[in-house]
T-cell receptor
Framework: EADIYQTPRYLVIGTGKKITLECSQT?????MYWYQQDPGMELHLIHY???????EKGDLSSESTVSRIRTEHFPLTLESARPSHTSQYLC????????????FGPGTRLLVL | QQPVQSPQAVILREGEDAVINCSSS?????VHWYRQKHGEAPVFLMI?????EQKGHEKISASFNEKKQQSSLYLTASQLSYSGTYFC????????????FGKGTLLTVNP
């Protein structure tokens, strides 16, 4: 069973606030990902990492930033939240390799007022 | 390049079969299938590799046609638990193992 956690699960915050979405996994996976998903829509890759000190931007441009200081931890930060950032953010991880499946966390639903 | 899924939605009665297709205009290395139930995270179903064989998962199987750059997901004798949105994720090879997901197919299985 996948052990990947995200906190908070739900967040309502005002415009201009700085927020950090937490993602942790206990499987020792090297690869980690952040996806953005609006209700009923597809998943858009916004950031990914191959390991410690490795971060790359995904296919969808995002104003968020990420860091990977520890293998198990991949937080996403928005310096100044805006209503356009309202969405669901899903974290995932996988083993390093071309054909490894991804394990998804439960997601964080963000509402920016 | 985002893969194209069809149909966008399908409604079945329990016990009926369905096929979901995933097509790409680019050469693919692998196709991944995930199912997402409402309000939940996507769950991995299976991976189809270029040159690989048809895979199976319970009564769900899939194939990968390299010539057409298309994968099909077959749901046989559908159960209520099969309801959800099915996403295919494609990987081009040499793309650093990133997946690009299609828009999804909403499957509803009714009693």
């Amino acid at each position: 069973e996948a052990d990947i956690y995200q906190t908070p699960r739900y967040l309502v915050i005002g415009t201009g606030k700085k927020i950090t979405l937490e993602c942790s996994q206990t499987m020792g996976h090297d690869k980690m990902y952040w996806y953005q998903q609006d209700p009923g829509m597809e998943l858009h890759l916004i950031h990914y990492s191959y390991g410690v000190n490795s971060t790359e931007k995904g296919d969808l441009s995002s104003e968020s930033t990420v860091s990977r200081i520890r293998t198990e931890h991949f937080p996403l930060t928005l310096e100044s939240a805006r209503p356009s950032h309202t969405s669901q953010y899903l974290c995932a991880s996988s083993e390093l390799g071309p054909i490894e499946n991804q394990y998804f966390g439960p997601g964080t639903r963000l509402l920016v007022l | 390049q985002q893969p194209v899924q069809s149909p966008q939605a399908v409604i079945l009665r329990e016990g009926e079969d369905a096929v979901i297709n995933c097509s790409s205009s680019k050469a693919l290395y692998s196709v991944h299938w995930y199912r997402q139930k409402h309000g939940e995270a996507p769950v991995f179903l299976m991976i189809l590799l270029k040159g690989g064989e048809q895979k199976g998962h319970e009564k769900i199987s899939a194939s990968f046609n390299e010539k057409k750059q298309q994968s099909s997901l077959y749901l046989t004798a559908s159960q209520l638990s099969y309801s959800g949105t099915y996403f295919c994720g494609t990987e081009k090879g040499g793309s650093n193992y990133k997946l690009t997901f299609g828009k999804g197919t909403l499957l509803t299985v009714n009693p």
